[in-house]
T-cell receptor, first 111, second 115 residues
């Protein structure tokens, strides 16, 4: 089976940097992905890591350490619009037929 | 290009009633999924399909049935609704590529309440 753990809530200040962690247990590992979901909205894809290290996409970066079964999402220059829930997810195989999602981290940005 | 659409957006059912949720995608994606989302529990996979005419069970399939008669449509049925099926239902689709990650594209969701 697959299981993922994330903090349930994180609060950060506008303009600052925040890190959202995810640890996973999987029977096979095929990468770690991140999705963002605003209240009342649909999840949208943010990033994917197949190999160890940092992937950067604008203000968002995602990191993976396969040896530690751990990854994180880093958000820089926080804006109020970044207030949302963030989910890590792992694919079931190389074909990405299925994703198992974590329970999500609700990020609140304060002025 | 509408992406993934879901019908209806909201629905209230009485216990024991049946209904069908419709999902449509115009991206020619092979894979389609139905999830439910409950507070504090993230997204849980109900059923999925890897191609037209195929379906498979996900993590929480009991009480639901699905059909994929056309590639672009994926239907989720509740034969006898129960209050435990009160949830937000999301449909998603993704391409089938073996060399890169297949991001999932989500519909706007259906908010279902069973009384």
């Amino acid at each position: 089976g697959q299981s993922l753990e994330q903090p349930s809530e994180v609060t950060a200040v506008e303009g600052a940097i925040v890190q959202i962690n995810c640890t996973y247990q999987t029977s096979g590992f095929y990468g770690l992905s991140w999705y963002q979901q605003h209240d009342g909205g649909a999840p949208t894809f943010l990033s994917y890591n197949a190999l160890d290290g940092l992937e950067e996409t604008g203000r968002f970066s995602s990191f993976l350490s396969r040896s530690d079964s751990y990854g994180y999402l880093l958000l820089q220059e926080l804006q109020m619009k970044d207030s949302a829930s963030y989910f890590c997810a792992v694919p079931s195989n190389f074909g990405n037929e299925k994703l198992t999602f974590g329970t999500g981290t609700r990020l609140t940005i304060i002025p | 290009n509408a992406g993934v659409t879901q019908t209806p957006k909201f629905r209230v059912l009485k216990t024991g009633q049946s209904m069908t949720l419709l999902c449509a995608q115009d991206m020619n994606h092979e894979y389609m999924y139905w999830y439910r989302q409950d507070p504090g529990m993230g997204l849980r996979l109900i059923h999925y399909s890897v191609g037209e005419g195929t379906t498979a069970k996900g993590e929480v399939p009991d009480g639901y049935n699905v059909s994929r008669l056309k590639k672009q449509n994926f239907l989720l049925g509740l034969e006898s609704a129960a209050p435990s099926q009160t949830s937000v239902y999301f449909c998603a689709s993704s391409a089938r590529r073996w060399t890169t990650y297949n991001e999932q594209f989500f519909g706007p969701g259906t908010r279902l309440t069973v009384l």
